[in-house]
């Protein structure tokens, strides 16, 4: 646009542009009645012959021009007067903002996995401390806790005991399946850095979100605790075995940060369904007499 042209309120094109000098499209600019948008749209439809006043309306129903308006970026020019605007602009914008910080998130939880990822093969960093990982992943493993779960059972002789263990049957039964059918349903690969040598896995394994290890040992922890008339130092050393193993799953190179965090989080909701379906033999007296006719 040349400079010496005079706009329709007759101030010069030029005083506009140097008032501010941020870009002119961006969403700092502001939605002020003077944004270059208008005075572009308006000295080229005059140029064309079009009506001043339509092609105003025009300029504001651009996507650009309503970018430029932003309530945000005009709540901090001095001219704040910002036009209302459509429901759908709002729809429009939240995702991206929403994007930025979900994309942020993940590449930080990337970048930490792989930093802490330090048992991830034998030649690693902390390679030679791999055998006690997976010696945790083994602690931590669906096979020993339903297997152990099931021998208890059978040595049980108490109905509070077998209620109490008959619970963590479900609960393990549950965990598994709620694991199963959100690995399924994300389908986030493990981490590049990750050997694939687990012990028993089942296909869905091959997906990393969320971690099974850290669901079950949130859950079975909040069982343990919630269950078991334990000594204080036991009640700790629950507690940090959970944690450790958490924490091994990202040192192993098996999961990102963000699966741990979520398998906890999901474990620890997990107890707060079996607690609210107990099964007892008042609720569940099948259960219970074919289990004592065995
Ligand atoms: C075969 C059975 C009964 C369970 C599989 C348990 C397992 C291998 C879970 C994967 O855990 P991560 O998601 O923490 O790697």
């Given at each position: ?40 749209s ?33 709540a ?13 602009d ?15 998130l ?22 030679s ?22 021998y ?39 981490p ?10 089942l ?16 859950l ?23 944690f ?17 965090a ?33």
């Amino acid at each position: 646009m040349a400079s010496p042209r005079r706009s329709v309120e007759g101030r010069p094109l030029g005083a506009s542009v140097s008032s501010n000098t941020s870009n002119p499209g961006s969403p700092a600019h502001g939605g002020g009645s003077s944004s270059r948008f208008e005075f572009q749209s308006l000295l080229s439809s005059r140029a064309a012959g079009v009506d001043p006043t339509s092609a105003r309306l025009r300029a504001s129903e651009s996507p650009v021009h309503r970018r430029g308006s932003f309530p945000v970026a005009a709540a901090g020019s001095s001219q704040a007067s910002p036009p209302s605007l459509p429901e759908e602009d709002r729809i429009d914008l939240n995702p991206s903002f929403l994007g930025i910080a979900l994309r942020s998130l993940l590449a930080i939880d990337l970048w930490l996995s792989k930093k802490l990822g330090v048992c991830a093969g034998e030649s690693s960093s902390w390679g030679s401390v791999r055998p006690l990982m997976k010696l945790l992943e083994i602690s931590g493993h669906g096979i020993t806790w339903l297997l152990g779960t099931l021998y208890c059972l059978c040595r049980s002789d108490s109905w509070a005991g077998r209620e109490v263990l008959m619970n963590l049957l479900f609960a393990l039964l549950l965990d598994l399946l709620v694991v199963a059918l959100i690995k399924g349903l994300v389908r986030r690969p493990r981490p590049a850095h990750n050997q694939m040598d687990m012990f028993v896995t089942l296909s869905v394994d091959k997906y990393s979100f969320p971690s099974g290890h850290a669901t079950r040992a949130s859950l079975v922890s909040r069982f343990i605790l919630k269950h078991l008339v334990l000594a204080i130092p036991l009640r700790v050393l629950v507690v940090l075995w959970a944690f450790i193993l958490g924490l091994s799953r990202v040192m192993l190179g098996r999961h990102n940060v963000t699966d741990v965090a979520f398998g906890f989080f999901l474990g620890y909701m997990q107890y707060s369904i079996v607690d609210y379906c107990w099964l007892s033999p008042h609720n569940a007296p099948v259960l219970f007499i074919l289990w004592n006719q065995q």
